[in-house]
């Protein structure tokens, strides 16, 4: 639990990927609780793009435990956060669309990745599978991404709600298509 922010571990067995790692100061918080669930590596840690509450907390984590791969969507804006993470990450890689990512028996395929400027735009989205269920995690995607995703004919057992909640998130008209039986929200306290 991150509050307004983003951090999804996915675990096969002994395999471990970290999705977002929550905002700056909840980087050696996320550090602690995997480590607390006995995870020292990771073989995957991806940041979707590089809105703060999603990517801040990646440098103290890349810090803390060993990361095999670094995934991210390619945007590389000059922030200091995104400095302080490719300044510590030693395998930074570009995905995109369609790229396919195995975790033991499941596969993440990124169904978004750079499509635009707009940084919440260019979120990385993936589709989660596994022994039939399949969770879509939409980052920050907004409604251009929406559409693209529903084009593609994506449906859901369980959906992560975009950009927390928030108004301009996740659309009626999106969940009627993608159809889940769950969905999952990542949120703190706010006025969106």
């Known amino acids: ?23 700056s100061s909840d980087g050696h918080y996320v550090a602690q609780q995997l480590k607390n669930l006995g995870v020292d590596t990771l073989e995957f840690l991806m940041f979707t793009h590089i809105d703060s509450e999603h990517v801040g907390g990646c440098d103290e984590v890349l810090e803390e435990l060993e990361v095999n791969e670094v995934y991210y969507n390619g945007h590389s804006e000059n922030t200091y956060l995104f400095n ?18 195995f975790i033991g028996d499941s596969k993440l395929k990124v169904l978004n990745a750079g499509i635009s400027d707009n940084n919440d735009e260019n979120a990385i989205t993936t589709l989660l599978s596994y022994a039939g269920t399949k969770i879509l995690l939409m980052s920050d995607c907004t409604d251009i991404c929406e559409s693209n995703i529903v084009l593609g004919g994506v449906e859901a057992d369980i959906l992560k709600v975009t950009k927390h909640g928030s108004i301009q998130g996740t659309s009626l008209k999106f969940i009627e298509q993608v159809n889940p039986e769950k969905t999952i929200l990542s949120v703190g306290p706010n006025d969106y």
């Open 1 to 23: 639990d991150v509050g307004q922010g983003d951090a999804t571990l996915i675990k096969h067995k002994d395999q471990e990927m970290l999705i977002d790692c929550g905002k």
């Open 84 to 101: 302080d993470v490719k300044n510590v990450a030693n395998n930074m890689q570009t995905v995109n669309k369609n790229r396919e990512i």
